[in-house]
């Protein structure tokens, strides 16, 4: 096993990655080095490049490559509206829907009863201070539907100064089968059911 | 292998690993039990293992000692009724947080679980369940050993004008037995008596000097454990409603 040390190095890495384990590791490494000059280089490269330079826009937390991303420092998308969200990957997320034009406020998780995370380790002073300084006329709260996030929810929304504060709709999902919903999906669909 | 089945309210949730999640569910006849909950993070279970939650559960291991697991069928789920709601919703926190407090793993309180199933099916009615909240705290003390006394003065032993609670005996207090002790003491409320309109702000003031007992004698006892930050939370929220 002497011979294959730093291979296997690699797949123990790789094996710690979301999604792959051992197994999947290990076939994963076989099929880059089988693809050594079109895909494990390249990707090699990129990796290096990327762990040189991400790091978190100071303004809003997504992760760029500069230390103000690209949704921040373009001016056309300081439309006034601010979209606060739990996780960059909560923000990856609607970027891929591609419906929202404004800009964004990560605040790196919720409010939780259980992990005592409070106020204090979220960026909410920072969204206190962004609200002022970029003249945000709305705040969406586009929050998890979940006991945490609608915690944080209302937290943030009693901390805002004056400007319009929405949230995110909660029901029936785009091909969602009422039969095979939650009661609880059902209950919040019901509450904000609207004129047809 | 160890196997059993009940109804039960669903308090804590965990994520473990990448699709599992560790849940603690409070119920009747093994109180407070742990288990993990495989495939938790998917569509279908995510939105059942919600804090608060009334589900069936089945918990397994194949010996005592072990975490074991659950599966889980939803009977009602209270999160979309109390989501809307701001004071409803860090109600529920307090209460899942303090049961994850207070309670000691894997020991049945029959009276408690009632209470708390009770109070879970009351959120969401703000003009009843701030009170039920109040008297849930109550249960909750004397449940694990440090109830109140509230049928007597502690000192003249009279059942009338009891204004203050002390703070060593829990024991009720005349304004007259009170004396120039009187800034030393907790109040006491009509409404900790069962008298009054029970507006909120006086709850507020009752939460007050449950919430110094669960302090200085629940989380004393426990080895001086912080209190859940959801309770003051809650607290806060409940004053600044009563003041608008």
């Keep these: 096993m002497g011979k294959t040390k730093d291979i296997d190095a690699l797949i123990e890495l790789m094996a710690k990655l979301p999604g792959l384990g051992p197994r999947s590791a290990r076939r994963a490494v076989l099929h880059l080095i089988k693809k050594r000059g079109i895909l494990f280089a390249p990707l090699a490269d990129a990796m290096q490049t990327v762990a040189a330079t991400a790091r ?48 964004y406020h990560v605040l790196g998780g919720t409010l939780s009863a259980l992990d005592s995370i409070g106020p204090d380790e979220l960026r909410i002073p920072q969204l206190v201070d962004r609200i002022v300084a970029e003249n945000i ?42 039969d095979y919903l939650d009661d609880g999906t059902i209950t919040a669909a019901l509450k904000a059911r609207k004129s047809f | ?22 849940i603690e ?54 999160a979309a009724q109390v989501m809307g709601d701001a004071l409803a919703l860090a109600g529920l926190n307090a209460v ?30 703000n003009d009843l369940w701030p009170l039920a909240y109040l008297r849930w705290e109550m249960a909750l003390l004397q449940e694990l050993g440090f109830g109140l006394d509230l049928s007597a003065c502690a000192v003249s ?15 009720a207090v005349t304004e007259k037995g009170a004396g120039d002790w009187a800034d030393k003491l907790l109040h006491l409320p009509p409404v900790m008596l069962g008298h009054g309109d029970a507006h909120n702000d006086e709850i507020a003031q009752a939460l007050q000097t449950t919430g110094y007992f669960i302090e200085h004698a629940l989380a004393t006892a426990l080895g001086n454990r912080p209190v859940p930050p959801a309770r003051a939370r809650f607290l806060d929220i409940l004053h600044r409603q009563s003041r608008a």
């Design chain 1, 56 to 103: 978190e826009c100071l303004n809003c937390g997504n992760i760029g490559t500069e230390d103000i991303c690209d949704i921040c420092s373009d001016d056309k998308r300081a439309t006034g509206e601010l979209c606060v969200v739990e996780d960059v990957a909560d923000l990856w997320a609607m970027e891929r829907a591609g419906v929202f034009k404004g800009r």
């Design chain 1, 137 to 178: 006329r709305e705040v969406i709260l586009a929050l998890n539907a979940t006991i945490d996030g609608q915690t944080t929810a209302h937290y943030i929304a009693d901390q805002l100064p004056d400007v319009a504060v929405t949230s995110l709709a909660q029901g029936v999902p785009i091909g969602g089968e009422l």
């Design chain 2, 1 to 22: 292998m160890i196997e059993w089945r009940e109804d039960g309210a669903l308090m804590a949730v965990r994520k473990h690993g990448e699709t599992a999640a560790i």
């Design chain 2, 25 to 78: 569910v409070f119920t009747k006849a093994h109180g407070l039990t742990a288990g993990v909950v495989r495939g938790a993070s998917s569509r279908k279970v995510a939105p059942i293992l919600q804090p608060g939650a009334q589900l069936d559960v089945t918990w397994k291991a194949r010996l005592e000692d072990h975490i074991g697991s659950y599966t889980v069928e939803p009977i009602r789920s209270r």
């Design chain 2, 96 to 125: 899942c947080a303090l049961i994850c407090f207070a309670l000691p793993e894997r020991e049945p309180h029959p009276p408690l679980y009632q209470s708390t199933e009770n109070l879970l099916d009351l959120l969401g009615q």
């Design chain 2, 157 to 171: 032993g009279a059942t009338e004008g009891l204004t203050y609670v002390s703070p060593k005996s829990g024991r």
